[in-house]
């Protein structure tokens, strides 16, 4: 009697997906995103949890050392396939069904699914950018909603403790080898050595050098921070990001850009296709957001209006839904207890670092952010039926373009002054507020670091 032909059909049937994004594969990560809902297939938070890697957006050179140590982190039997396009979605998670269904006498060992639009296999160069050397993802603990207001309550659980274990803390890092602080030495069994400097009271504390990213849940895809913390608090900071000549080649605009784009270049676009577009992405910065700080029935309800607003819904249909989930969140005791007082960028601090859009409009810290995101929201969406033209001057859903430039290249130069003093809990919810957009840092035309 074959004893593993049942639990092989069962992890077929219904299995985890581990959803990373490429840089340029916005698109494709909302589709299949949408898809894994439609499916009933549930999304793996870490390697741990995971039968399929999913790979959504085009080939990044950079990143493949990081896909690769993700997918070696897999459990057998597992699957693997590269979505270059949202159309060639579908067929690769029954590709994927078929390699987890089949004996392991006829599976290929590593197999990987590659579609004709993702521009070759992604594995290859071990020798990777800094950028691409080190992966971070959580503990596989999982979430709990400590946001239950239905009843006009709120419940607690949000502690630092829940989040440093639901966030991909320090503790999740020790498999990584190159942490860029020790010069050719390799650290012992692969986990970074702590130094030791004096803090900011005169104590002297160990120092240790903590990579987040490239691909870390609800984290901008691609992008690395190299930490120094002392405790759980970050002391140092700097960006690494994968070298121009290993990032995707962006074949158009940004996706969330896309309406300003095609009215810049003369195209006649419609003010309400801009305003639908931005309250989608203000959606799924939220949903991040929310997903970040543990409410992840928020985040479930932010990402569903953003997919209906893609679907086309009318203003009728989403307006009651809209105010109900920004009165909500924006009401929230706990959210803002957690998260008030972090981040605080002032106007005068953002237009002097370049920042446009509803990360200097909001004029202080994170839930002044994310209240700006919501009234945004609710705002664009009244003006879906909108069909004057786009102006190519108003601002897009993170601001507008300077010295020709994406917004986003602002968002990542703003972090660094932003995150050092914070806990390492609390720098994931700056980030997860000003939300840079991986596609807008492809179409830099140079590459964007701390340093800048």
């Known amino acids: 009697m074959d004893l593993t032909a049942l639990p092989l059909r069962a992890a077929a049937a219904r299995p985890h997906v581990l959803l990373v994004t490429t840089p340029g594969g916005t698109a494709t990560r909302l589709a299949a995103e949408r898809q894994l809902r439609l499916q009933d297939l549930p999304q793996a938070r870490t390697p741990a949890e995971a039968d399929v890697l999913l790979v959504a957006g085009p080939e990044c050179r950079g990143l493949r ?96 403790d829940s989040d440093h274990g639901s966030h991909g803390g320090h503790g999740s890092h020790g498999s990584h080898s190159d942490h860029g602080s020790h010069g050719d030495s390799e650290p012992p069994w692969g986990l970074p050595m702590a130094g030791q400097g004096a803090d900011r009271d005169g104590l002297t504390l160990d120092r240790l050098h903590v990579p987040l990213g490239p691909f870390l849940a609800d984290w901008p895809d691609g992008l690395t921070a190299r930490l120094t913390l002392q405790g759980d608090v970050v002391q140092r900071l700097r960006f690494a990001w994968p070298p121009l000549g290993e990032r995707p080649t962006a074949a158009g605009p940004p996706f969330w850009g896309e309406p300003w ?10 003010a309400g296709e801009g305003a639908r577009r931005r309250a989608a992405a203000h959606a799924d910065s939220l949903g991040r957001l929310l997903a970040v700080a543990g409410w992840t029935r928020a985040a479930t309800t932010a990402r569903r209006l953003r997919d209906d607003l893609l679907d086309g819904a009318s203003s009728a249909r989403l307006r009651p839904g809209v105010r109900r989930f920004a009165r909500r969140v924006g009401r929230s005791r706990t959210l803002h207890w957690l998260t008030r007082g972090t981040g605080v960028l002032t106007a005068e601090a953002a237009r002097d670092a370049g920042v446009t859009g509803p990360a200097a409009w909001a004029d202080g810290d994170v839930p002044a952010r994310y209240r700006t995101w919501l009234a945004a929201l609710v705002r664009d969406v009244d003006r879906l039926a909108d069909r004057t033209p786009l102006d190519p001057a108003e601002e897009g859903p993170r601001g507008g373009a300077v010295d020709g430039r994406w917004p986003s290249a602002a968002l990542v130069r703003v972090l660094p002054e932003l995150l050092e003093g914070a806990e390492l809990a609390a720098a994931r919810l700056v980030v997860a507020s000003l939300d840079p957009d991986p596609d ?10 701390a340093g800048d």
Request: hydrophobic share 30%; net charge negative.
């Open 440 to 449: 807008e840092l492809v179409a830099v035309p140079r590459e964007v670091g």
């Open 261 to 270: 784009a095609r009215a810049a270049a003369g195209e006649r676009v419609d």
């Open 65 to 160: 050392p990081a896909i690769d140590r993700l997918w070696q982190s897999l459990p057998a039997p597992r699957a693997r396939a590269r979505a270059a396009t949202p159309g060639v979605l579908p067929d690769a998670l029954a590709r994927c069904r078929a390699e987890l269904a089949a004996p392991p006498g006829r599976r290929h060992a590593g197999h990987r699914h590659e579609d004709r639009a993702g521009g070759g296999p992604d594995a290859g160069s071990e020798a990777g950018s800094e950028a691409g050397s080190a992966v971070g993802f959580g503990n596989g603990r999982d979430e709990r909603d400590g946001h239950d207001e239905d009843n006009g309550r709120d419940h607690g659980g949000h502690g630092s």
